[in-house]
């Protein structure tokens, strides 16, 4: 009778254990939902950093956009020439948001800058690496920059004081995102990173719009180290079609594994 006893209650904790796991999983469902509602809000009309205002406008005409590739008006000094590398897909909501939040700041900087959108075709797996691959080759024909970033659509910096200036490189931008509680990611790696709480970036809420997820990379992941001397750079195929808009140069690429194929790995 006691171990009768004992199961049926091991069952009903078992049964308020799931209970409060599928209401917590239903509550942070909900905060991330209302995040993101939020977060549309007070981009549309204006938000702060740093105490300084930057105005959102998703309707941005030529007139009032800079160059693709921008200049600081009466600069005396060479500045640090940078290009920014976008990879991107589907995320069209998240794009005027990160260029009008950070094209001030770059233009605060006193940099010369670029970005470059570079945007996967076809139905293939996202493939990031790829495309920040392609952005270099094409980059590079248009200026000798002096540094690239690489840049997530989703990444907007909390602080101005960030500098996106060619210093000691590597350089680690987004140390600590929101959404991992600001805890630092990737110690242990030799790169310079920015001083304390310059490194903080908030990641705007999004849903991967039925993204296919490629399972082999935790496989190339294993064998990376091997494959590093031969994949890459030196076996990029690619067809690009480039555009030049107001605020960015646009590379569209369809890609697949057959465009940089690698033998026995």
């Not at 006691?2 to 078992?14: F, L, Y």
């Not at 799931?18 to 009309?45: C, D, H, S, T, Y």
């Not at 570079?118 to 980059?139: C, D, I, S």
């Not at 990379?217 to 750079?233: A, F, I, N, P, T």
Request: proline content about 5%; charged content about 25%; hydrophobic content about 35%.
């Amino acid at each position: 009778m006691k171990e009768k006893a004992r199961k049926s209650e091991m069952k009903e904790v078992n049964e308020y254990v799931f209970m409060v796991q599928a209401r917590g999983i239903q509550i942070r469902e909900n905060v991330k939902n209302i995040g993101a509602q939020v977060l549309e809000q007070v981009v549309r009309g204006a938000y702060s950093i740093n105490g300084t205002d930057y105005s959102y406008d998703f309707n941005m005409s030529e007139s009032d956009a800079p160059p693709t590739e921008y200049l600081p008006e009466g600069f005396t000094l060479l500045p640090s020439q940078v290009a920014i590398l976008v990879p991107f897909r589907n995320r069209h909501e998240h794009l005027p948001i990160l260029l009008r939040h950070l094209v001030p700041v770059l233009q605060k900087q006193r940099l010369q800058f670029g970005f470059y959108v570079v945007q996967q075709g076809g139905t293939e797996p996202f493939n990031r690496a790829m495309l920040f691959n392609v952005g270099y080759k094409e980059a590079m024909k248009d200026l000798d920059w002096d540094c690239l970033v690489f840049h997530d659509v989703d990444h907007l910096m909390e602080n101005d004081r960030n500098y996106y200036g060619c210093t000691d490189m590597p350089r680690h931008f987004a140390v600590k995102l929101d959404k991992y509680s600001y805890m630092v990611r990737f110690a242990g790696y030799t790169v310079s990173r920015p001083y304390r709480e310059q490194g903080r970036y908030m990641s705007i809420p999004h849903h991967h719009h039925g993204e296919a997820q490629f399972l082999g990379r935790y496989s190339l992941l294993r064998h990376s180290k091997e494959r590093q001397k031969v994949d890459g750079l030196n076996n990029l195929n690619y067809s690009p079609l480039v555009s030049r808009r107001p605020l960015y140069t646009n590379i569209t690429v369809s890609l697949s594994r057959m465009l940089a194929p690698v033998a026995d790995y």
